[in-house]
């Protein structure tokens, strides 16, 4: 196996163990395709899903098989006419029996941190959704807490900036300055360390890189 490869699955090994003592239910995955393709098995016949904004979604895949699902009930923002729809939408998501999403960085020892302007994701995470489904690269494996909120503000933030044409420090500069600017992206910081409802949350770990 190639080494980098082998890196990934070992380390996917170690992480998996560690989710399994937080009542998080790890899975891991070569490809994308695969991963998308268990991530879709969880779905039942007239099941409501909604999900938040993510690279990983799109580059994986997994936003095509939503949207072409013709048996789900998709709460797709891209649909609304104005900001209200917008709103309505972010409210119904947090309803779904389903919710879609990746994470800012995951730790070693099993621990997700995520990073948001607005905090819808990380609201849906938190509660509301029967299950939230998390696909990630393993791009986004990091040693511990203190190196995950550095990879979302450092490697994550200011890609993510350009991609939302923020006017932050970060978009313009590629460097964090621990800003309160308009438009912050980092105005809402969640650890998740323990799912209290045994398997709500699933996380699905790919060998390949995608997102930021």
Same mark, same amino acid.
Request: glycine share 2%; hydrophobic share 35%; with cysteine.
């Given at each position: 196996m190639e080494p980098k490869k082998q890196y990934y699955r070992n380390l996917a090994d170690t992480i998996l163990?560690?989710?399994?003592?937080?009542q998080m239910e790890g899975y891991y995955f070569e490809t994308a395709a695969e991963a998308v393709k268990k991530a879709s098995s969880f779905l039942t016949p007239g099941c409501s899903v909604g999900f938040g904004g993510s690279m990983t979604l799109s580059e994986s895949g997994m936003m095509d098989a939503l !949207?072409?699902?013709?048996?789900?009930t998709l709460f797709d923002r891209s649909k609304a006419r104005n900001a209200e729809e917008t709103k309505?939408?972010?409210?119904?998501?947090?309803?779904?029996d389903?919710?879609?999403?990746?994470t800012n960085a995951i730790t070693a020892?099993?621990?997700? !941190?995520?990073?948001d302007g607005n905090g819808n994701r990380l609201a849906a995470l938190v509660y509301g959704?029967?299950? !939230?489904i998390i696909l990630a690269g393993m791009n986004k494996a990091v040693r511990n807490v203190e190196d995950a909120v550095s990879r979302v503000r450092n490697i994550?933030?200011?890609?993510?900036g350009n991609r939302l044409n923020k006017e932050t420090p970060c978009a313009i500069t590629g460097v964090c300055k621990d800003c309160l600017s308009p438009g912050c992206m980092c105005s809402h910081t969640v650890i998740t360390r323990y799912c209290g409802t045994p398997g709500r949350i699933k996380i699905l770990l790919i060998g390949e890189e995608l997102g930021y």
């Open positions: 163990k560690n989710l399994e003592k937080r !949207v072409n699902n013709p048996d789900i309505e939408i972010y409210r119904k998501c947090l309803t779904a389903y919710f879609f999403m990746s020892d099993g621990e997700l !941190v995520n990073i959704p029967e299950y !939230v994550a933030a200011p890609p993510n």
